[in-house]
């Protein structure tokens, strides 16, 4: 996971883990919406070159383990996530919406933090897998 992205004048590891929950904590995350949530971010990956390495699910919650270019604030990620998902969701799985009323998908707070160099990987993904009460399931994996 700890790959350096190397540009012309720089070299980083920059590595968060991002939970986003659905709106008033509906269980909406179907086959179908996860397997969106997972398309849209490979889009998001050669558009903005924002990595995802995982992205896991615990029933109305996303886990996001991401490592992006110094370039973005970590708010501008969570808002190019979060907005460009939800459009595509309520645009692919028009049925959402229904459970959904007012048109927003993610609930509007998000919780994120830095992943260090010195932090397994492993660690991370336990910590994720313990917070899902079993109920936890990896939706991508990005093994290169």
């Given at each position: ?65 991401i490592q992006t270019l110094p370039k973005y604030s970590p708010t ?11 459009r595509m969701i309520f645009k692919i799985n028009p049925e959402v ?48």
């Amino acid at each position: 996971m700890n790959k350096q992205i190397s540009k012309s004048h720089n070299k980083t590891i920059l590595i968060y883990h991002l939970v986003c929950t659905v709106k008033y904590r509906k269980s909406v995350l179907t086959d179908a919406v996860l397997h969106t949530i997972v398309k849209v971010c490979l889009e998001l990956e050669k558009k903005y070159g924002i990595y995802f390495v995982q992205i896991g699910t615990d029933i109305n919650t996303i886990h996001y383990l991401i490592q992006t270019l110094p370039k973005y604030s970590p708010t501008q990620i969570v808002t190019i996530i979060k907005s460009v998902t939800a459009r595509m969701i309520f645009k692919i799985n028009p049925e959402v919406k229904k459970e959904l009323w007012g048109g927003e998908f993610w609930s509007d707070g998000y919780w994120m933090v830095t992943v260090g160099q010195n932090q397994p990987e492993l660690s991370i993904k336990e910590y994720v897998h313990d917070k899902g009460n079993g109920n936890y399931k990896i939706i991508y994996k990005n093994d290169k």
